[in-house]
């Protein structure tokens, strides 16, 4: 599970991917679990280990690694311009899958203030600008072949510049907020009674 950029037909940069998916690419604790990988193929896969964009540009998100948020956030803090999605949705047959995996990309691209190409074999393959708007969807089991100008960006958003740390702040601030309301709520009810 690896990307190549190829330029002017010499290959100039690799990535691997850096999740794999369990029971699919790997059997996490194979030493004890007694069960083998859903897919076919009989050694794991070993997982990559490096960040760094293709290209000085492209920061390439491999099928399962675009739904982790923080694989995305590393690439842009390595330097990633652009990011790239390329997956194999065949294996999702006719469902609402492809639908819902397409999406998490949108999120990938306003988490990181980022472009992001994204190319199926049988899913869809479209581009997201950095607001997660879609711009020039295929049609799911279609052939096609598309195009569309992206454009780098460098700044950083907060989610890139803080991580999670933003979501748990979020979070705390809404707890404080309805304990607050709770606390307006029952106050008001035992000066009723």
Same mark, same amino acid.
């Given at each position: ?16 991917? /850096?999740?794999?998916? *369990?029971?699919?690419?790997?059997? #996490? &604790?194979?030493?004890?679990?007694? $069960?083998?990988?859903?897919?076919? +193929?009989? /050694?794991?896969?070993? *997982?990559?280990?490096?960040?760094? #964009? &293709?290209?000085?540009?492209?920061? $390439?998100?491999?099928?399962?690694? +675009? ?127």
């Amino acid at each position: 599970n690896s990307a190549f950029f190829v330029d002017a037909g010499k290959i100039s940069g690799r990535y691997d991917k /850096l999740h794999l998916v *369990p029971f699919g690419e790997y059997v #996490p &604790l194979r030493e004890i679990l007694p $069960v083998d990988k859903f897919v076919p +193929g009989m /050694l794991d896969y070993s *997982p990559g280990q490096s960040h760094a #964009p &293709l290209n000085d540009t492209w920061g $390439v998100l491999i099928c399962y690694d +675009g739904i982790f948020p923080e694989i995305s956030r590393e690439h842009v803090l390595a330097g990633a311009t652009i990011l790239a999605n390329l997956t194999n949705d065949a294996w999702y047959g006719v469902s609402s899958a492809p639908y819902q995996h397409r999406d998490f990309y949108a999120l990938r691209a306003v988490e990181t203030g980022r472009w992001l190409a994204r190319s199926a074999n049988t899913g869809i393959s479209v581009f997201f600008d950095p607001k997660g708007r879609m711009w020039a969807p295929t049609k799911h089991n279609a052939s096609a072949i598309t195009l569309y100008d992206v454009v780098p960006h460098s700044g950083q958003t907060f989610y890139v510049l803080l991580g999670n740390w933003v979501i748990a702040l979020t979070l705390g601030l809404f707890l404080i907020a309805g304990l607050n309301m709770l606390s307006r709520k029952f106050k008001s009810n035992a000066d009723a009674a």
